[in-house]
C-alpha cells in the first residue's frame, strides 16, 4: 500500500549530551561555480587580518636578517663577520618595527571592517 505520510526531509536528533546533530545537505549539490565561490569565501575568511604576535615578528626579522647577511656576503668579498654584526643589528631593528607595523595594519583592518579593537 501506498505511504500516505510524506517524510520529514531534515531531521535533527539530539543525542545524550544534549546537542542537536544536523544532517548535512539535503538538498541538491552544489554546481562547480557554487563550489568555486564557496571556497573562494572560505579562503579570504583564511586570509583576513590576525593580531600580531613577537613571534612571527621574529620570524620576519629572522628571515630578513638571513637574507641581509647573504647579500652583505656576497658584496662584500665574503667577510663574514661584517655581515654578521650588521645582520644582527638590523635582526634587532626589524623585530620591534614589524611587531609595529602588523599591529598598525591589524588595526586598519579593524576600522575598515567597522569593528573594535
Request: hydrophobic content about 40%.
Amino acid at each position: 500500500m501506498a505511504q500516505t505520510k510524506r517524510k520529514r526531509r531534515t531531521k535533527h536528533r539530539g543525542n545524550a549530551a544534549g546537542t542537536v546533530e544536523v544532517r548535512g545537505r539535503t538538498g541538491r549539490p552544489p554546481t562547480p561555480e557554487e563550489r568555486k565561490k564557496q571556497d573562494r569565501a572560505k579562503r579570504a575568511q583564511a586570509r583576513q587580518a590576525k593580531p600580531p604576535t613577537w613571534n612571527a615578528s621574529l620570524k620576519k626579522a629572522t628571515l630578513a636578517a638571513g637574507f641581509m647577511f647573504i647579500f652583505l656576503l656576497v658584496t662584500n668579498k665574503f667577510r663574514v663577520l661584517p655581515a654578521v654584526i650588521f645582520a644582527l643589528l638590523a635582526m634587532a631593528l626589524y623585530i620591534p618595527s614589524g611587531y609595529y607595523l602588523d599591529g598598525w595594519i591589524y588595526r586598519r583592518y579593524l576600522r575598515k571592517q567597522g569593528q573594535s579593537q
